[in-house]
């Protein structure tokens, strides 16, 4: 069975720096997505940012970038230019490529993630 | 505008009744999803349906039920049998091309 790992339950970081929140996952398939999703204080989710396994590259959306390590297992979210709104929830999801009738994601736990003036 | 809609966003019942909670989409997706959200458990999966008229247990679906009649509709019924009901529930839809979730902004739930 897939896991999906958040080591860190809070994390606070500084206006217009940088932070990086981690995320570990154990799955036997090859051929899956990951996500990260912000939830803010008004507790509406947000699809941040997506990666495909089979891409090396990392995927990057404007200040949101990831670190794809697939042998390591690990997807990292960097966020720049930290700003107020950025403060929220983010979880880190798993989901496999070719689950036929059993498309589900397979979440982490959350990084409460403070932004402070 | 397409979009997930979760009514009503607060809800109140009484110990031992039944309470519908309604999520609806016109997003033309597939698939639906029902979590359950409490504080330091983050979303757990409790009904999902990859096509009308059929759908699946998740992690936690004792206690609840659900239907899948239409294909923008997915009702999530939380019976008297959910030992501890009072949590914050999301809806999700899912497109099968993009493969990522699009979420309602939720129901709390709260039993009296």
């Known amino acids: 069975a897939q896991t999906v790992t958040q080591s860190q339950p809070e994390m606070s970081v500084q206006e217009a720096e940088t932070v990086t929140l981690s995320c570990t996952y154990d799955?036997?398939?090859?051929?899956?997505?990951l996500f990260w999703y912000k939830q803010p204080p008004s507790r509406q989710m947000i699809l941040v940012i997506r990666?495909?396994?089979?891409k090396q590259q990392n995927a990057t959306e404007n200040r949101f970038s990831v670190n794809f390590q697939k042998a390591a297992k690990s997807f990292s979210l960097k966020i720049s230019d930290s700003q107020l709104g950025d403060t929220a929830m983010y979880f880190c999801?798993?989901?496999?490529?070719?689950?036929?009738?059993?498309?589900?994601?397979?979440w982490g736990l959350g990084t409460s993630l403070a932004v402070n003036p | 505008d397409g979009g997930i809609t979760q009514s009503p966003k607060y809800l109140f019942r009484k110990e031992g009744q039944n309470v519908t909670l309604s999520c609806e989409q016109n997003?033309?997706?597939?698939?639906m999803y029902w979590y359950r959200q409490d504080p330091g458990q983050g979303l757990r999966l409790i009904y999902y349906?990859?096509?009308?008229?059929?759908?699946q247990k998740g992690d936690i679906a004792e206690g609840y039920s659900v239907s899948r009649e239409k294909k923008e509709s997915f009702p999530l019924t939380v019976t008297s049998a959910q030992k501890n009901p009072t949590a914050f529930y999301l809806c999700?839809?899912?497109?099968?091309?993009?493969?990522?979730?699009?979420f309602g902004p939720g129901t709390r739930l709260t039993v009296l």
């Open positions: 349906s990859q096509i009308v008229n059929d759908f």
């Open positions: 997003l033309n997706h597939d698939a």
């Open positions: 799955t036997s398939e090859n051929n899956y997505y």
């Open positions: 990666q495909e396994a089979y």
């Open positions: 999801a798993f989901m496999r490529t070719n689950a036929g009738n059993n498309r589900k994601l397979i």
């Open positions: 999700a839809s899912m497109s099968g091309g993009l493969n990522e979730q699009f």
